[in-house]
């Protein structure tokens, strides 16, 4: 429906998995951003007022 105006191929290479949000209960995806509300892999919704969070880095 909606095309992104000027995509940039760098962008990608910028996004590291601190910027995604926490995995989705439902497809286990993490969230596009700490932020989101809505999952894009699965459109999970998160309840009224909660956001996804940060993605937590296992470290052990
Ligand atoms: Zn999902």
Same mark, same amino acid.
Do not use: H, W
């Given at each position: 429906?909606?095309?992104? &105006?000027?995509?940039? =191929?760098? @962008?990608?290479? +910028?996004?590291?998995?601190?910027?995604?949000?926490?995995?989705?209960?439902?497809?286990?995806? &993490?969230?596009?951003? =700490?932020? @989101?509300?809505? +999952?894009?892999?699965?459109?999970?919704t998160l309840p009224?007022?909660?956001?996804?969070?940060?993605?937590?880095?296992?470290?052990?």
């Amino acid at each position: 429906m909606t095309g992104f &105006p000027l995509y940039n =191929p760098n @962008a990608i290479y +910028c996004v590291r998995m601190a910027n995604y949000g926490s995995l989705c209960p439902n497809c286990q995806k &993490p969230f596009r951003t =700490p932020r @989101a509300k809505l +999952c894009a892999e699965c459109g999970y919704t998160l309840p009224e007022g909660t956001l996804a969070g940060p993605l937590k880095e296992r470290d052990d």
